[in-house]
């Protein structure tokens, strides 16, 4: 079974600021590790992936996410934020061996203070 | 390249009723997922269609069905509806090459009431 954990539901954050949104996963299989990003009245825009290789992974807009298996976790960051980065993100994990499915965390709402 | 695209884009049902949410999955893609997404939460796998045969199924109720068409476009079914029935539902569509990439659609605004 497959389970993601995104530790906070709400970042407040100011512009120009860094910010982390926290992931940790569990799986008992080889894992692949999403960030999706939704804003307001939208579906989700896959923002970054890590299947294999390089533990670090970065997308067009500056963020990236770092795979670390031995704490199970898969954070998001950026050095500094902007006004267009609020929106809720979500880290999801598979499909794996044997299962299609992603599986999401409960999301992170991401809110950029002016 | 249009990409995952579904329809309509709202929708509102009684309680009791049936419902049919429809999906067109990118071009080049042949797989087709179903989410729901309940306020405030993840989405929720509910099941992926592949070959117009369900492949896999979440933790679902029978009220869920789907069906895929040889045009790989897919439909969501839902009977019965209930008050916890709305949701955002969303689409997703992937290769067999690159199964673990998902495209997702707007989605659909179910409120039951």
């Known amino acids: 079974a497959q389970s993601v954990t995104q530790l906070d539901s709400q970042v407040p954050v100011f512009e120009e600021a860094p910010v982390e949104l926290r992931c940790n996963y569990s799986?008992?299989?080889?894992?692949?590790l999403f960030w999706y990003v939704q804003y307001p009245n939208q579906g989700l825009q896959l923002l970054l992936k890590?299947?294999?290789?390089?533990?670090l992974v970065e997308s067009i807009n500056g963020f990236e996410a770092e795979f670390n298996k031995s704490q199970t976790s898969f954070h998001l960051r950026k050095p500094s934020v902007h006004i267009s980065d609020t929106a809720e993100y979500f880290c999801?994990?598979?499909?794996?061996?044997?299962?299609?499915?992603?599986?999401f965390g409960k999301g992170t709402k991401l809110s950029v203070i002016p | 390249d249009a990409g995952v695209t579904q329809s309509p884009t709202h929708l509102i049902k009684t309680r009791g009723q049936q419902v049919t949410l429809r999906c067109s999955p990118k071009?080049?893609?042949?797989?087709v997922s179903w989410y729901q997404q309940a306020l405030g939460q993840g989405p929720q796998f509910i099941f992926q269609?592949?070959?117009?045969?369900?492949?896999q199924r979440g933790n679902f109720p029978d009220r869920f069905s789907g069906h895929q068409f040889p045009n790989y476009s897919s439909e969501l079914n839902v009977n019965a509806l209930l008050l916890g029935d709305s949701a955002l539902y969303l689409c997703?569509?992937?290769?067999?090459?690159?199964?673990?990439?998902?495209?997702f659609g707007p989605g659909t605004r179910l409120t039951v009431t």
């Open positions: 999801a994990v598979g499909p794996g061996a044997g299962s299609y499915q992603l599986t």
């Open positions: 269609y592949y070959e117009e045969e369900e492949r």
């Open positions: 890590y299947l294999s290789g390089s533990t």
């Open positions: 799986s008992s299989v080889s894992v692949y």
């Open positions: 071009s080049g893609h042949d797989t």
């Open positions: 997703a569509s992937s290769s067999r090459l690159e199964a673990y990439e998902q495209y």
